[in-house]
């Protein structure tokens, strides 16, 4: 790999540097390495709408989905100039933007999609007009995705869809969901699956909010009772929905951002030791164990930050990452989990207090908030059994049994 830029990228990483010292609005600058808001979490509406401003800046500079090819509404930027881009917002702890739409099912639309499907739907997760939330997981398939029982059954026009989906991510505030359903009960698993896009204010679709350990409703499942979805919202061939999931997958294990952010949190973290280590918000004092922990975290974000540059790196050279972004995945997110343990080690008793209105309450709350929420980490996106078995069978070579 090569580390060093060119002058055309050096240049480029100055314009962003340029970019979000004069433009990223103020509130957004101090998050302490954990993103926007406190530790108590905040409710996902009031994130959209803090979100305009920065959202129309940089849609101005057409950098909501930079890498996008121009005739798509992106910047047709390549794949080192997007990965620089996404280095430079993390350094600096800009909010992302985007979300679902502009990271998963966009790109999936323009590998996959026909063109109706990119004209309706591409420009309007540009603007940010439509939120989307995914589909897959249900309340029996989970890390076994292919096992999945909601039903999808051709009438007319139409396709009818019943069954349940669980974990929906923020399905709650989405207009529409790209989802996977079983169209062909007879045919192996994997090959009687069908990919769709479906509008949620679809009659028959209930979404019901699950409140997750850390008091916040993230999740949610979603209900489908004889919902009707126009074959057109079919993405590609019918019963070929699972390597068209497969696409979608990649796209989301393959972010090279949270690297650079965990570091970020680490780097805060032992900072907060040092300036609190003689009174009770921190546990560090004369500690040497503790002391080579925190060593041993920030050494751990340099490691996930290598793996994520031979993602880029592969797709740089127009490969596709597999199983090397699998192991980006599972790292970063255990990873993420022995942070937060850190973290709690470093408060005390105190970390367990969220509340930020406090003074008593560390970094406002935010570690013991991070310690719950990051239980989800190795679950989300894939299991870590489910990476480690796509790294020993693709990657390894391994026999599945």
Request: proline fraction near 4%.
């Amino acid at each position: 790999m090569d580390f060093n830029d060119t002058p055309e990228e050096a240049a480029f990483r100055q314009e962003i540097r340029d970019f979000i010292d004069k433009e990223l609005p103020e509130r957004f600058k101090d998050a302490g390495g954990f993103g926007f808001g406190g530790g108590g979490g905040g409710d996902m509406r009031s994130r959209f709408e803090e979100m305009k401003e920065w959202r129309k800046k940089l849609s101005d500079k057409g950098w909501i989905a930079a890498a996008w090819p121009k005739e798509y509404g992106g910047a047709g930027l390549g794949t080192m100039e997007q990965f620089i881009m996404n280095e430079e917002f993390a350094e600096n702890r800009t909010p992302p933007v985007g979300g679902m739409g502009v990271s998963m099912i966009g790109p999936t639309l323009i590998i996959h999609g026909d063109d109706e499907q990119k004209d309706e739907h591409l420009s309007r997760i540009l603007s940010g007009e439509v939120q989307w939330c995914q589909g897959f997981s249900e309340p029996e398939s989970g890390s076994d995705l292919a096992s999945l029982q909601t039903k999808a059954v051709r009438d007319g026009d139409d396709f009818v869809i019943n069954g349940q989906k669980i974990w929906t991510s923020g399905a709650q505030y989405a207009h529409w969901m790209f989802m996977m359903a079983r169209t062909d009960p007879d045919a192996p698993k994997h090959k009687g699956i069908s990919y769709f896009m479906l509008d949620m204010k679809s009659p028959g679709v209930t979404v019901r909010p699950l409140v997750n350990m850390a008091g916040n409703s993230m999740f949610n499942e979603v209900f489908f009772d004889n919902v009707r979805v126009p074959a057109k919202n079919l993405v590609g061939e019918e019963n070929r929905g699972w390597y068209i999931g497969t696409t979608t997958l990649d796209f989301e294990r393959s972010s090279i951002g949270s690297a650079v952010g965990q570091r970020l949190q680490v780097e805060n973290l032992i900072k907060f030791a040092k300036e609190h280590k003689d009174d009770h918000k921190s546990t560090l004092g004369d500690n040497e164990t503790l002391q080579f922990e925190l060593a041993d975290r920030l050494l751990e974000t340099h490691v996930a930050k290598m793996l994520s540059y031979r993602v880029v790196t592969m797709q740089a050279r127009g490969l596709v990452p597999n199983y090397e972004a699998s192991m980006c995945k599972l790292f970063s997110s255990e990873m993420s989990q022995r942070i937060a343990r850190t973290s709690m080690k470093v408060a005390g008793l105190y970390g367990q207090l969220l509340n930020d209105d406090t003074d008593w309450a560390p970094a406002k709350g935010r570690y013991g908030a991070s310690y719950i929420q990051t239980v989800a980490s190795t679950i989300a996106g894939g299991t870590s059994e489910i990476q480690r078995g796509i790294i020993a069978t693709r990657g390894l070579g391994l026999p599945k049994n």
